[in-house]
């Protein structure tokens, strides 16, 4: 049973700083593009980062660049997302999603498998 177990959502005051955490397991971790997506309420799931299979390349929707660093450990099995800088735009539920196989994916639809998301506010 594929599993993926997002943590360290929470609340935070604008400018400050959280780290997203998504533990996979019962899937290939090192075979799966790994990708941060967010949704914030009345809006649609949009794209915010992605990492290819061995780390060694990432990217980032353009409002986060130099904001959000995504990164993994394939032997941990873990994904994260450190945000700084955190805006009130940025509030929303954060889901980690996986791509088996997948090179660079910002849909989605092409995406195989999700996390339940966690939530961050940042407050004004």
């Known amino acids: 049973q594929v599993q993926l177990v997002e943590s360290g959502g929470g609340l935070v005051q604008t400018g400050g700083s959280l780290r997203l955490s998504c533990a996979a397991s019962?899937?290939?971790?090192?075979?799966?593009?790994m990708g941060w997506f967010r949704q914030a309420p009345g809006k649609e799931r949009e794209f915010v980062s992605g990492i290819s299979r061995s780390g060694g390349n990432t990217y980032y929707e353009d409002s986060v660049k130099g904001r959000f660093t995504i990164s993994r450990d394939n032997a941990k099995n873990t994904v994260y997302l450190q945000m700084n800088s955190l805006k009130p735009e940025d509030t929303a539920v954060y889901y980690c999603?996986?791509?088996?196989?997948?090179?660079?994916?910002?849909?989605?639809?092409?995406?195989?498998?999700w996390g339940q998301g966690t939530q961050v506010t940042v407050s004004s």
């Open positions: 999603a996986a791509d088996y196989l997948g090179h660079y994916s910002r849909g989605a639809s092409e995406y195989d498998y």
């Open positions: 019962g899937l290939p971790f090192s075979s799966c593009l």
